[in-house]
């Protein structure tokens, strides 16, 4: 069974940068999706990225509000997706969760995914 761990939250100032971590351990199947998701304080969690993987290659999706400032990327020798978030703003704070569903699928589809990490925060602030 796959298990996720998320790492690298923490506080950081507007304008500032934060790489989160998710590493999976357990036997991925060939296709599979890993999301970023968050949530804030009485907010419902929303899709942030995700990136599903195949053997013809991997796409990768972003939530409107985070294009061109966060990027998805794995690193298959470290069983690990990041999330590089920069320009971060006090909008950004959230916990931030990794999930990750077999198969290829939308990563944005939050019911499809049946494991979930326990969470990072993020805080931005001045």
């Known amino acids: 069974q796959v298990q996720l761990v998320e790492s690298g939250g923490g506080v950081v100032q507007p304008g500032g940068s934060l790489k989160l971590s998710c590493a999976a351990s357990?036997?991925?199947?060939?296709?599979?999706?890993i999301g970023w998701f968050r949530q804030a304080p009485g907010k419902e969690r929303e899709f942030v990225a995700g990136?599903?993987?195949?053997?013809?290659?991997?796409?990768?999706t972003y939530a409107e509000s985070v294009r061109g400032r966060f990027s998805i990327a794995k690193d298959n020798a470290e069983s690990t997706v990041y999330l590089q978030m920069n320009t971060l703003a006090p909008g950004d704070t959230a916990v931030y969760y990794c999930?990750?569903?077999?198969?290829?699928?939308?990563?944005?589809?939050?019911?499809?995914?049946?494991?979930w990490g326990l969470g990072t925060q993020v805080t931005v602030s001045s």
């Open positions: 999930a990750a569903r077999g198969g290829p699928g939308n990563a944005m589809d939050i019911q499809a995914y049946d494991t």
């Open positions: 357990g036997n991925m199947p060939s296709s599979y999706v």
């Open positions: 990136i599903s993987v195949t053997e013809a290659g991997d796409w990768k």
